[in-house]
């Protein structure tokens, strides 16, 4: 029997991108349910996870929310990827599907350019989905990423991000030291991998760098970057606009490479999907205690705030 298809959904809007507004410039609204055209899917969304404010347009009244997952409702008549009953997750630029980040790829992320995730209800191009890892549940699939054994990898705290990397990069065979000031914290992350004490690594440095926060954290990394190593950087969890930013000669003086990582394309989202399959026991993401419903984002950002605001003072 084909599930009923809505007449409308309930969903999020931002009213302004500036932050004058703060939390007030989410509006709650009921809609008209656009018709699913012939390659897109409608989803309805089971779940979607929170994403800080990062420096890219925001198209007036958009829907947010850049990372979701849900079931495939139904289908457009040219759509053969999916059919009804698939679980499914999105893709953060709708239209990278391979290869490097170009100008036209990177205009077409969820939550800013397109409609996103905070929603009942949507439908999406059928090249803008991937299905959902079989071994994780829609809340943790939700909150994936869109991100060489015996290399050292250094992570900063205890984000999203940070957790991921050290998550991966333990998969890959690869030793992990992660920073944190919290003790109760670093217990934390030894449990899932982390090798903490950075002496071990003979004083050579480490290869690969996963820089999260600020200029101020960036000092540290390059200080602790190995010659040849790698600085990629993913991340505004510490702020820092007014710190001083270091300069592009600081990679000749201390022969390392820096390069700044948006988010991975649909290659990469299935080749981590299937990653996610395959090691179902050390691949989980590491979800919050508290889950809040569609009516609720406002006291899930204020709470994901505080959250924050402690890994600030790691």
Known sequence: MAPEI???TRQWTV????GSEGFDALKFNEVQLASTGDNEVLVKME?????????????????PGSDGAGIVLAVGSRVARFKPGN????????EHLGGP????????????ARDGTFREFGNFNEQGLVHRPSTLSAIEAAALPHLTAGQWVLTQGTDGVSIFALQFAKAAGAPVIATTGSKEKEETLRKLGADHAREITGGVGVGHVIEVASPTSMRQSINAIKVAGFITIIGFVGGGEH?????????????FTARGVLVG???????????????????RPVIDSQVFGLENPKEAYEHWKTFRQGLHQD
């Open 87 to 94: 679980k499914v997750i999105t893709l953060f630029n709708q």
């Open 47 to 63: 779940a979607a996870s929170l994403n800080g404010k990062y420096p890219f347009a925001v198209q007036n009244n958009i829907v």
């Open 265 to 283: 394309n649909r290659v990469q989202l299935e080749d981590m999907r299937r990653a996610y399959e395959a090691n179902s026991e050390q691949l």
């Open 6 to 8: 809505p007449a409308t």
């Open 243 to 255: 710190e001083k930013e270091h300069s592009f000669l600081e990679c000749l003086n201390s022969l």
């Open 101 to 112: 980040i170009n100008p036209s790829a990177s205009a077409t992320g969820l939550g800013g």
């Open 15 to 18: 009213s302004s991108s500036d």
